[in-house]
């Protein structure tokens, strides 16, 4: 008897830390969607970050992995934020093929204030400040670095500005966090987090159609009036179908990428391509910390020093990696040149 399980193709359906492409051929839309489990909850049970802190990288990982997974080559994707609010810096990179990290930094008493008074919008922790988007291709090649101020947006509607400044392209992206309470084996309260976005894309083979208003430059005046340029109308229609999901659909498990993608563009038809892994993966390593460290003058490797010992944390993963100063290269140069 063959198997009856549902497939897409030649591959199951994606399920969770897949991120799933797709294609909208009579929208010309293309995009991606991903639902984020085990993986973001990993990272999440690592930092145990308060939960306005938790919520705000969670997207910024959902970003990351959406746009990250759509590079070409070889290289690292990251997202970052800086600012003078209470959460004052979000790290998320995505490493090809597969490898996620992230982490996030704050102000305490900052925070406790926030929660206390209720100040809990992304504009109110993050404060003012930039986003910054980042292609590293390797020591080879020339980093690019694309970077949109903060300006009261989410990061939903960042992301959207970064596309129409720095890439000309209109993009439509929706973000969602949510925790699921439920019970494990032994009927113990459980609790994950859980994350889902969707990133649509318009990319019609005649470019012009790809034309929007004008944005206002810094210094416009208040009563700044944009270029009259309509929305292409199946870019409309793209939009209006993203804007209908409900935050809800985005991380339920039981929706699920391709249901989702179904529910919004079955009429026109949809094209789904094999989903892409995402793991909770970092990257530093004994050795990349040292070859760091083997650049400290002697003064330096003195002042971090601790009983005997230089201890580093990566902000990523927390994993601890201690080091004796004899090992340390420019240490021990410095050592053998007195010896001779």
Not at 61 to 75: M, N, Q, R
Not at 89 to 116: G, I, S
Not at 246 to 266: I, K, M, N, Q, Y
Not at 301 to 328: K, M, Q, W
């Amino acid at each position: 008897m063959n198997d009856q399980s549902p497939r897409l193709g030649e591959f199951d359906y994606a399920g969770d830390d897949h991120v799933l492409p797709f294609q909208v051929e009579a929208l010309d839309a293309r995009g991606r969607a991903v639902q984020l489990g085990p993986m973001l909850d990993k990272i999440m049970a690592r930092h145990d970050y308060p939960e306005p802190v938790a919520r705000l990288l969670a997207e910024a990982i959902t970003l990351t992995v959406l746009i990250g997974t759509s590079l070409k080559f070889d290289g690292k994707f990251m997202v970052q934020t800086q600012g003078d609010g209470p959460v004052d810096l979000l790290v998320a990179d995505f490493t090809t093929p597969d490898a996620v990290r992230a982490y996030a930094r704050f102000d305490e008493q900052a925070l406790a204030q926030a929660v206390a008074a209720n100040r809990l919008e992304p504009h109110e922790l993050l404060g003012k400040g930039i986003l910054a988007f980042t292609i590293d291709q390797g020591e080879f090649m020339q980093r690019y670095q694309g970077i949109v101020e903060l300006d009261g947006a989410t990061l939903e509607e960042i992301a959207g500005a970064y596309f129409r400044q720095s890439e000309q392209i209109p993009t439509k992206v929706r973000l969602s966090v949510a925790q699921l309470y439920d019970r494990d084996e032994d009927g113990r309260p459980r609790h994950q987090w859980r994350a889902g976005g969707v990133i649509v894309q318009f990319l019609p083979d005649a470019p012009e159609r790809m034309r929007q208003s004008d944005l206002p430059g810094g210094d416009a005046p208040d009563d700044f009036e944009p270029t009259g340029v309509e929305d292409d109308d199946a870019w409309v229609e793209a939009v209006a179908m993203v804007e209908s999901i409900d935050a809800d659909e985005l991380t339920d498990p039981l929706v699920g990428s391709e249901r989702l993608l179904f529910r919004l563009f079955h009429e026109r038809g949809v094209r789904v391509f094999e989903p892409a892994p995402v793991l909770d993966r970092c990257t530093c390593s004994r050795e990349k910390i040292k070859s760091v460290l083997d650049n400290f003058t002697s003064d330096e490797i003195a002042e971090s020093t601790d009983d005997g010992v230089i201890a580093v944390t990566c902000e990523f993963c927390s994993t601890e990696y201690r080091f004796e100063p004899e090992e340390l290269g420019q240490h021990s140069a410095e050592s053998e040149s007195h010896l001779h």
